[in-house]
């Protein structure tokens, strides 16, 4: 007691507790069609060696230098849809499932289709430039995927914590060991580097940005970004990838 009478025994603050933080997630479609679409193309492939002894839609679609000096611009994108067997599919897939659909529960539908079409771009303009070996697959966006988790990670490392940290560390791992992989005859190492620059570029101008919002216990994530941000950050891999292609189309790239 004071000499007011009154108790000098004041309640004590609660104890912390973890802070709970609402995050809008969206369900992967696109991931998923993405998944169904590239299965589909390699049951027809499948099926075109059966029938006709060689793979007529990797002949269409894949990367062959060559035809895109002839104006087959579509070969840029089309052998991410492409494989060479149910090893390299099922490696592919995999990783589409572990890393695609999470990012994308994020990024959201459209902002994830363009970021997966700008590490497929990316990649096979970067492979165009630097080697005339033929390739396909969609390790070039699966590297952009993993390009876009570091970046997302890295600007919100103190949202996430240890977690980020964490994260981070196994990305830059297993990017290093694919790389490494990369290295084996018949890998297009070149494509996995541009995917991965490509993934990079397009989530620094165009991923999610996001910040805690709301009063306290009823907070939640929101993203200061809109898509329009995203058609941006594609447009700008498509004129930087694009550029380096040209100097191959115009003769002005050594070999």
């Not at 609402?22 to 589909?40: D, R, W």
């Not at 060559?66 to 492409?82: K, N």
């Not at 529960?105 to 005339?132: E, I, M, P, Q, W």
């Not at 890295?154 to 694919?178: K, P, T, W």
Request: glycine letters at 12%; proline letters at 5%; hydrophobic letters at 50%.
């Amino acid at each position: 007691m004071n000499q007011f009478g009154q108790s000098n025994d004041y309640p004590s603050p609660p104890p912390s507790q973890p802070i709970s933080v609402n995050e809008k997630l969206v369900t992967p479609v696109v991931g998923y069609i993405i998944l169904a679409i590239t299965v589909v193309v390699y049951v027809l492939q499948m099926g075109s060696e059966f029938l006709l002894g060689y793979d007529l839609p990797a002949i269409l679609g894949m990367k062959i230098n060559e035809y895109i000096l002839a104006g087959q611009l579509w070969r840029f994108f089309t052998p991410m849809f492409l494989h060479g067997s149910i090893l390299h599919i099922g490696f592919n897939m995999y990783a589409l499932v572990i890393i695609g659909l999470p990012l994308e529960k994020r990024f959201g539908h459209v902002r994830f289709l363009l970021l997966y079409l700008s590490g497929a771009f990316a990649g096979n303009a970067f492979s165009f430039l630097l080697t005339d070996n033929p390739s396909l697959g969609a390790s070039t966006a699966i590297f952009g995927l993993l390009g876009a988790e570091a970046v997302f990670l890295y600007r919100h490392r103190e949202l996430f914590g240890r977690q980020a940290r964490s994260a981070l560390i196994n990305i830059a791992q297993v990017a290093g060991i694919n790389l490494l992989i990369g290295l084996s005859p018949g890998i297009d190492n070149w494509g996995h580097l541009g995917g991965l620059f490509g993934g990079l570029l397009f989530t620094w101008f165009g991923g999610p940005l996001l910040k805690v919002e709301g009063l306290y216990p009823y907070f939640q994530l929101e993203d200061e970004r809109d898509t329009g941000a995203a058609y941006t950050a594609i447009a700008l891999v498509l004129a930087i990838f694009g550029a380096l292609a040209a100097l191959k189309f115009f003769g002005l790239w050594p070999g």
